[in-house]
């Protein structure tokens, strides 16, 4: 493993394929990660060494197994400050976690009259969930405003936020804008009228130093494939006052305490909530995987994130017909454009043929796009293997297909 920044792109190996006879530039990690080889490994050795189910023999692999996994669940907890392992919960990904604080405590505790707050920037998986939860229990699903630069309007904060809310949901990081939302102000103003903060940090934790504590979050989710983990393993993490007054989703083995014919009573946090036999490997590649990225240093990561982000958006706007979204800095490692008059999946397709991958569509975030007043954008999004050459390609790319496309 090289553990440093700017030798780690050959920790990837899928970095080093060639797409179109082009060598691969892969800008689409605000979708998904690639994959270090120490978290191929230790899936790899998971399966060849130790591979059992958790939590229930007593044999030596059984053991192994619930040793890897209980490990995974403690280094994700050191990773965003938790205090306590307990308090982190495995799930699917983020969409998973934002559901299950939908379902578990939100229809436990919303009645009608009640209001739930987010913001026009959220993932379809934070503004859903809440949708369907005020529509089920009478609730009210009220939203912070944007200011014209693609950040939240604070005031308009200040006014939503009042003695009828009971819970605010909010992203971290906006995986459209790239906007660095000012999470712990929020939450002081959620706390303030006794409501509950819920954070998708699908964009923040992988790129950004997280501290729960100093977040002032009550609940996190976010998914291990977009820092570098594999698909099917995410967290929510809660604190555990919240965790414990949260119904369970998934009923079935492992997450009970006592069954008798007709009725149950629950398992402790966090196995209430793991109903059903977990992702076992997907938890130790998540657990390599931020020993991968601690070893690189999350500070580090950060800042290179954020200085790619701000370079890309000051690249792309100084070419003429190139519309670039959200705020120029600070903002993560992401950047959403338009070329003018040109479909952003004619865009995608165009990079592709120059082995450039970028994401083109609403991103899941019809609401953003109609506040934008754009069907969809084409996005570049950057992670800790990409630098400047990348986004030198990039805007190549961009002259390509302005050519390509006659202008
Ligand atoms: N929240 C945000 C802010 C996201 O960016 C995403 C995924 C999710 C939630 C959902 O995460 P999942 O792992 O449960 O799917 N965002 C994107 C994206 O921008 N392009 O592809 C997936």
């Known amino acids: ?93 983020t969409t998973e976690g ?9 229809a436990r505790h919303l009645k009608p009259g009640d209001e739930v707050v987010t913001s026009p920037m959220e993932h379809h998986s934070n503004l859903i969930p809440w949708q369907q939860v005020c529509r089920q229990t009478g609730a ?17 904060a200040a006014r939503v936020i009042g003695p009828k809310t009971r819970l605010v949901a909010l992203s971290a990081l906006s995986n459209v804008l790239g906007t660095i939302n000012p999470i712990a102000a929020i939450a002081e103003m959620a706390h303030a009228v006794g409501a ?18 100093e977040l002032g979050a009550d609940f996190l989710a976010f998914s291990g494939h977009k820092m570098c983990g594999p698909t099917g ?34 398992a402790a946090v966090p196995a209430k909530f793991e109903g059903g036999t977990p992702n076992i490997a997907g938890a130790v590649g998540l657990g390599a995987a931020v020993d991968y990225l601690t070893a690189i ?3 580090a990561i950060e800042a290179h994130d954020r200085r790619l982000g701000e370079l890309a958006y000051r690249r792309l706007a100084s070419v003429p017909g ?17 070329l003018a008059g040109i479909h952003p999946h004619d865009v995608a397709q165009v990079f592709d043929a120059h082995g450039v991958a970028i994401r083109a569509g609403h991103h ?36 390509a297909t302005k050519r390509y496309f006659g202008q």
Request: charged share 20%; with cysteine; glycine share 8%.
């Open 322 to 338: 190139v519309t670039v979204y959200g705020p120029p800095a600070p903002r993560g490692g992401l950047v959403a454009f338009n």
């Open 1 to 93: 493993m090289t553990a440093t920044l700017a030798s780690c792109k050959r920790d990837f190996p899928i970095l080093g394929r060639e797409v179109h006879g082009h060598p691969l530039v892969y800008l689409d990690s605000a979708a998904t990660a690639q994959k270090p080889r120490a978290v191929l490994e230790a899936v790899r050795r998971y399966y060849e060494q130790s591979n059992a189910n958790v939590h229930r023999s007593v044999h030596t692999l059984a053991d192994e197994a619930t040793a890897l996994y209980e490990g995974a669940r403690q280094k994700v907890a050191a990773f965003i400050g938790a205090e306590r392992p307990e308090e982190v919960v495995f799930t699917r990904g």
């Open 233 to 266: 393993i995410g967290v929510l993490w809660g604190r555990m006052e919240r965790l414990e007054e949260m119904d369970p989703i998934l009923y079935g083995g492992e997450m009970i305490a006592y069954v008798s014919r007709d009725a149950a009573t629950w």
């Open 98 to 106: 934002l559901n299950f604080v939908a379902r578990g405590w939100a």
């Open 196 to 213: 509950v903060m819920v954070v998708d940090g699908a964009q923040s934790v992988p790129h950004q130093v997280t501290r729960v504590q």
């Open 140 to 156: 009210r699903l009220r939203f912070i405003e944007l200011s014209p630069d693609g950040t939240i309007d604070l005031q308009s």
């Open 364 to 399: 899941c975030c019809q609401p953003l796009m109609q506040w934008l007043d754009v069907g969809s954008t084409a996005r570049a999004s950057f992670y800790l293997y990409n630098d400047e050459s990348d986004i030198d390609r990039l805007v190549e790319a961009v002259e």
């Open 297 to 299: 240093g999350m500070e």
